[in-house]
Structure formats: structure tokens, C-alpha cells
């Protein structure tokens, strides 16, 4: 079999872009063709003109975080004052809730990345006399809120040409549709740094619309003259940015404030209008950032001490495990063991849990059917959020594995390598093509090589907790070093296989390749 070289590596990377009809910023679809979007818009736009009260009802997650900043900022570009409101995951739970419709008296109610499942709630606006604009891109479920317009592309008669968009695309669109609509001054480019934000951090497929919106997205950050974004750039020092400073370095700590404490500190930071205020919101979203790594490690074990091996899936729960960290946990879980995971935490009787999965099984569907023990749910194929009784909680994990029996193939999606790396052709220019198609991600990974029977000459653990291991390798006479992060564990034979991928170490101004282990076979 021949080998990965850099001719093949170009070869391969290109054939993944060839057929995007949206490639170029001009090329991508319009707002005309969300359904109600125009009924939404001339709604807006009568509230702007008769100055009735407005109230963004966003999310705590980094896409509702920056959906309803886009919103917020969109509104104060064009002079219009409007309210907003985060829900608090402690104190409000998910979305709109009737807890949330209670704190509001008047006027129009737009959501943002939320409110597809929010029948009740929709029930107590139409009751106060309050119309409801819902902007969303969760799936949509069988009971559909009383709504004056609902804008999501995944409603079964909207044409939007692409369906896999996160909340803050859809709440972009909607603003670009009212500067149409009432024939407003603003350049909606200049919010490419935040959208592109949100669709990493939200798992977006990286594919056509997704791709093009952040590959300008990551360039806009460099150059943004967001407060938020200039000390960013000023920590990061890198000459550019990749999809993965995002996903690892910026959106954990965006996260944190809604998983930890509340989502408006992460808010605050994005429409920061100084940098003495840009400072304290992100030093503050550090310590939260820091203490999520904390409670996350100490539930992972938990929870994993819990785990059989025989199940299907992951399902597991513990009494006050924090609600904050459970997402990551499962996350975590489910890539250690290869399956769906599900974590829950019970505080008074009710198991409230978040689902996670790598796998040819739409998580969604799953949940689905087990939807008679639960109290709510909702979310999309990867990932989604449940409630119920804790005396439910064996008959629901059993439906959940007797569903899965017939998915036994699919429980989890093992990454597919582009072949047997030539380990001697890894040099800058190598590099340099793998950061050419830049951004990667979700239907777009980044390129992972198999290195076949590679000798152990030595290995370190390095980093300050000891925990990530550092081997020198050998591999046909070529001798390289490979990291594996969050790995201490050194019980494998000399003689094995690796799946790596190829990383830009940037080190005092010198830039190497950096082999980072997937996985050792």
C-alpha cells in the first residue's frame, strides 16, 4: 500500500471541497426562503415602530450565548432598546420556560437557539396577550408552540437550503432579514467572528455553509475589534487561528459561566466595550473554567466506576452530581467506551441527564422512545437533554439497551484515516497543506494517519500533573516524538500501531510538526 505523502495529502484534502455550492460568501443561501421569516420580520419591525418592549430570550450554552450577542448587538447598532434574558440552568432549567414567561408582561418575545419544545410556555404568552417569534435549529417534536412565527430549518416545510445550522445562524439570519426589511445601514460580515464562535463550539457539520461562515469566521477574530477578541488574540499569539483554538481554548471558558454559574458573565464578556471589562469578565470565566475541570474530573469517576461493560450504552446517575459538568462527562464517556452515554443527577427525586454519542444512532429518536417515563427532552442526533423520575430510571436505561441491540455495528464511529503515514515526508510544508483546508471538524475531521509497527525507544510523562505521556518512536529507521494528552497509562508492548494526527507546535517563535497519538492499537 502506498503511503500518505504530500502530493496524495493535497490530493485527498481538495476532493472534500469540490462540489460546495456555497464557497464563497456571495455564493451563500439567503433568508428568503426560512419559513415565516417574513412574517417575523414585519412583526419586528412594527414593534420597532411602535416601540413596544422586545425580550430576547436566549440560552446558556456558547450558541445561545452568542446568538442572543449578535441580537443584542444587531439591536444596538440600529439605535432599538430591548431586553434580554439568559435562562440560569440552576434556578430557570432549559429555555423558555413558564418560569421564564413569568418574569415577562408585555410586548414580543423572540427566542433564540431555544423554544422549539417550549409548548407550555407558548400557552402562558398567548394567554398574557404576548407574541411569540421563535428562532431555533433544534429538532422539531410532535407538540409545536403556539407561535406567531417559528423560524428553524429543520421544520418539515421550510426551504432553507441547508439544514444543519446552529441557533446563532438562525438569529443572524433573522437580523440580516430585518435590515432587508426596513432598509438598514449595517454590514452584517462584521459578524462572522461570532458565528463562527458558535458553530464549533456547537458541533455544526464543517461542510459547505458551515465551512465557508468559519473559515472567514477564524480570520475575522484576528483583525475583530471586539474587546472580547482583541484579548483573545492577545493570550492565543498565534499568527492564525484554527478551528481547534476555538473548540479547546475559547469556547470551554464561554461555557463555563452557564455550566458552572450564570450564562450572563460569558454575555458580558462578548459585548465587553472596554478592556478593563474584557479582563475582569474573562479572569472570572477562568476560575470558573478551572473549577468545571475540577468537579468534571471527580464525577468522570464516578460515573465511569458505575459503567458496565456488557451495556449497550452508558447510562448511569448519581445523587447531586453537578448539572453543570454532566454534558462533558458523557461526552467523555461515550468516547472512552465507544458507545451513547448518558449521565444523570438527582436532586430531590427528579433525574435530570444530558446524552452524548459519536455513532451512527440519532440520539434524539433514541430518547424517543422511552418519551412516556420521561418529564422533558429535547436536542438533535449527538447530543440532547432528558428529565425524570429517579423511579423510572432502571426501566428507562433498560428500553435504552434493548433499543441499541439493533445498533450493535454503530455504537460508535471509529475516525477514518487517510492511509499509512510516510512519517519521513512530515515537515512545514506538510503542515502547511493540512492548515490550507482548515477549519475541520464534525463530517470534516482533520487528517488522521495510521503509523504502522512503530518501535518504543522511550517514553516521559510530562506536564505539571504528570499526565500526558511523551514517546520517542521509531518507525522504518526514522526516529519522531508523539504526544498522547490526558494519557498516563504505558501498558502496551514496544512494538505497535498508532493513529496520529499532525499538529503545529509553536514554541518561543519556532514552529515544528507535532505528531499528537488517537489512539495506539
Same mark, same amino acid.
Not at 1 to 26: D, F, G, Q
Not at 238 to 244: F, G, I, Q, R
Not at 310 to 319: L, P, Y
Given at each position: 500500500?502506498?503511503?500518505?505523502?504530500? /502530493?496524495?495529502?493535497?490530493?485527498?484534502?481538495?476532493?472534500?471541497?469540490?462540489? /460546495?455550492?456555497?464557497?464563497?460568501?456571495?455564493d451563500i443561501p439567503s433568508p428568503t426562503n426560512f419559513k415565516d421569516i417574513d412574517k417575523a420580520c414585519k412583526r419586528i419591525k412594527k414593534a420597532i415602530l411602535e416601540k413596544e418592549t422586545i425580550t430576547i430570550v436566549g440560552d446558556y450554552d456558547v450558541d445561545g450565548v452568542v446568538s442572543t450577542t449578535i441580537m443584542l448587538d444587531f439591536f444596538k447598532t440600529i439605535n432599538v432598546k430591548v431586553n434580554h434574558i439568559i435562562p440560569n440552568r440552576f434556578e430557570h432549567g432549559y429555555g423558555l420556560s413558564t418560569k421564564i414567561v413569568d418574569m415577562i408582561n408585555e410586548g414580543l418575545v423572540i427566542t433564540v437557539d431555544n423554544g422549539i419544545s417550549a409548548y407550555e410556555a407558548s400557552l402562558k404568552l398567548k394567554e398574557k396577550n404576548i407574541d411569540l417569534i421563535i428562532t431555533d435549529h433544534h429538532t422539531v417534536g410532535d407538540k409545536i408552540p403556539l407561535a406567531l412565527a417559528i423560524i428553524n430549518p429543520k421544520q418539515k416545510d421550510c426551504n432553507f437550503e441547508f439544514k444543519d445550522i446552529c441557533g446563532a445562524q438562525v438569529a443572524w439570519y433573522l437580523c440580516a432579514a430585518i435590515k432587508k426589511e426596513m432598509n438598514l445601514d449595517v454590514n452584517m460580515g462584521d459578524y462572522l467572528d461570532l458565528l463562527c464562535v458558535a458553530i464549533i463550539a456547537d458541533i455544526m457539520p464543517m461542510t459547505t455553509l458551515n465551512y465557508t461562515i468559519v473559515k472567514q469566521g477564524l480570520k475575522k477574530i484576528k483583525s475583530s475589534s471586539r474587546e472580547a477578541f482583541k484579548i483573545l488574540n492577545e493570550i492565543m499569539a498565534?499568527?492564525?487561528?484554527?478551528?481547534?483554538d476555538i473548540g479547546f481554548f475559547i469556547a470551554p471558558k464561554l461555557n463555563s459561566a452557564g455550566r458552572m454559574d450564570d450564562a450572563s458573565i460569558a454575555l458580558e464578556f462578548l459585548l465587553s466595550e472596554n478592556s478593563q471589562n474584557a479582563n475582569e469578565t474573562l479572569s472570572l470565566l477562568e476560575e470558573l473554567n478551572n473549577y468545571r475541570k475540577t468537579l468534571q474530573e471527580e464525577i468522570s469517576k464516578k460515573a465511569d466506576s458505575k459503567t458496565n461493560k456488557?451495556? /449497550?450504552?452508558?447510562?448511569?446517575?448519581?445523587? /447531586?452530581?453537578?448539572e453543570g459538568v454532566i454534558g462533558i462527562v458523557a461526552s467523555k464517556l461515550s468516547n472512552s467506551h465507544k458507545k451513547p452515554a448518558f449521565i444523570l443527577s438527582i436532586h430531590n427525586g427528579i433525574a435530570k441527564g444530558s446524552a452524548r454519542a459519536n455513532a451512527d444512532v440519532n440520539l434524539y429518536d433514541l430518547i424517543t422512545k422511552a418519551n412516556h417515563l420521561l418529564l422533558g427532552y429535547g436536542g438533535h442526533k449527538n447530543a440532547a437533554g432528558l428529565s425524570l423520575k429517579e423511579e423510572n430510571l432502571e426501566e428507562f436505561k433498560s428500553i435504552i439497551n434493548k433499543e441499541l441491540e439493533n445498533y450493535k455495528e454503530s455504537l460508535h464511529i471509529e475516525p477514518i484515516t487517510l492511509g499509512e503515514l510516510d512519517v519521513a515526508s512530515v515537515d512545514l510544508e506538510f503542515l502547511s497543506i493540512i492548515e490550507q483546508f482548515e477549519p475541520y471538524g464534525l463530517e470534516n475531521h482533520r487528517p488522521i494517519f495510521k503509523i504502522s509497527n512503530t518501535t518504543l525507544v522511550k517514553y516521559d510523562l510530562i506536564g505539571k500533573d504528570k499526565n500526558h505521556l511523551k514517546l520517542t518512536l521509531n518507525s522504518d529507521g526514522v526516529v519522531f516524538e508523539a504526544l498522547k494528552f490526558n494519557d498516563s497509562n504505558i501498558n502496551f508492548s514496544k512494538n505497535f500501531d498508532l493513529i496520529v494526527s499532525v499538529a503545529k507546535n509553536e514554541f518561543r517563535g519556532e514552529v515544528t510538526p507535532q505528531f499528537l497519538i488517537q489512539d495506539i492499537l
Open positions: 500500500m502506498s503511503k500518505i505523502t504530500k /502530493n496524495r495529502l493535497l490530493e485527498l484534502l481538495s476532493a472534500r471541497h469540490l462540489n /460546495n455550492p456555497y464557497s464563497k460568501l456571495a498565534k499568527k492564525s487561528l484554527v478551528s481547534d456488557d451495556d /449497550n450504552a452508558v447510562v448511569v446517575w448519581g445523587e /447531586n452530581w453537578h
